[in-house]
């Protein structure tokens, strides 16, 4: 998956980018125990990911500014694109890019003991769901074990399996928001089930592999996600509503937008997914989310037309987009587990979304780059 802004001036400039950078060292600043990480290693797959990519950026802005030595092994589908997302500090001793398909074995014994592992690749949006049906449920079951046999291997001492609020399924009308211990209705029968099934059976792997091999392993749930490291290939609603948003186009609503979820602006979703890795249980999975950000799709699309000088307007979805989507009609997560670890977001939907879209602006040639991808080139 290409991130947006491929060419060098667009990357440089999410660096150089005053926020960007403020984001990367509020997170980097936390009250975490970050001695854990001091003089070890962590391995990242979905490096070149929205969440990936900058969880990197502040791991290296930690070893730098903190003197934190942790050995970064990054891994991605595509070269050439992490040498471009990751150039300012490509070839840094304490960063190393692995070209690897998370659906085959990892052999690399070269490697030694890799401390902690927090796997990340998946295939997260729409599109892919119905364009690769087989690669999504592939990647959260085989890749999964793939990670988990390579932590068993090389002595780690901590995974972090990254699941998400779609193993919850339909609300059935009994709560208003999902804890932990929640499971919902899903249709096993359907193409877009491919997705949070896989994901449930990703947790059930991660349990069988702490009974059975005595490895540790934490669950964060992530819920939908954003900010400016954002990928183009991403079909997800929020996305394209930030790419028209940029752009100074209508936002297209594909329904009547009553659907009400929780998203999380990528800073507090990193920040949740370290404290999980390194202050939760052994076993235990952690909701990331904030009643701030809990928002209905229509208000969404709103809040972001209105700050692009826009309207959003309704548009029937294709064949192909309508299959990819979510039927759920709320989902809405509850955090007070992960509270109860010292987590708290930073940032609410209004705050986050308008600090995505200041960021972005920013990026040279991104409205062209965009245009691009509409137009296929």
Not at 57 to 73: A, H, S
Not at 84 to 99: G, S
Not at 114 to 135: C, E, F, K, Q, R
Request: glycine share 8%; net charge neutral; charged share 25%.
């Amino acid at each position: 998956m290409a991130e947006v802004g491929r060419d060098k001036g667009a990357i440089m400039k999410l660096y150089e980018n005053e926020l960007y950078r403020e984001d990367i060292t509020y997170v980097a600043q936390l009250a975490l125990p970050w001695e854990k990480l001091k003089d070890k290693s962590i391995m990242i797959s979905g490096a070149t990911g929205l969440i990936g990519s900058f969880l990197i950026d502040v791991l290296m802005y930690k070893n730098k500014v903190n003197d934190l030595n942790c050995m970064i092994y990054a891994l991605g589908r595509n070269e050439k694109r992490a040498k471009e997302r990751f150039e300012v500090y490509y070839l840094d001793e304490l960063f190393c890019f692995i070209p690897y398909d998370i659906n085959q074995p990892l052999n690399r014994n070269d490697l030694g003991t890799v401390n902690y592992i927090l796997h990340l690749a998946s295939n997260t949006h729409p599109m892919a769901y119905s364009m690769d049906p087989i690669g999504t449920v592939m990647t959260n079951i085989i890749g999964t074990q793939n990670m988990l046999e390579f932590a068993v291997a090389h002595h780690t001492t901590r995974c972090a399996f990254a699941s998400s609020n779609e193993i919850y399924g339909e609300n059935r009308g009994d709560t208003e928001k999902f804890d932990e211990e929640y499971c919902g209705y899903i249709n096993s029968n359907t193409m877009r089930a491919g997705y949070p099934e896989s994901k449930r059976c990703g947790e059930a792997l991660c349990q069988a592999y702490i009974r059975q091999k005595e490895l540790d392993v934490v669950i964060p749930r992530l819920t939908r996600s954003y900010g400016p490291t954002l990928l183009e290939s991403d079909t997800k609603a929020l996305s394209q509503f930030l790419k028209k948003g940029i752009q100074g186009e209508d936002i297209v609503l594909k329904s009547q937008g009553t659907q009400y979820y929780s998203y999380t602006y990528m800073v507090d979703a990193v920040s949740g997914l370290l404290t999980v890795l390194l202050k939760g249980k052994c076993g235990e999975a952690y909701n990331i989310a904030d009643d701030a950000s809990d928002i209905m799709l229509k208000d969404l699309a709103t809040i972001i037309a209105e700050y692009a000088g826009t309207k959003v307007v309704f548009e029937i979805p294709d064949e192909v987009e309508a299959v990819g989507y979510s039927k759920a009609t709320k989902a809405r997560l509850e955090s007070k587990k992960l509270q109860n670890l010292g987590w708290k977001a930073k940032y609410d939907i209004d705050t986050g979304i308008k600090r995505t879209m200041q960021i972005l602006r920013k990026r040279s040639n991104y409205g062209k780059i965009i245009n691009n991808i509409n137009s296929g080139i």
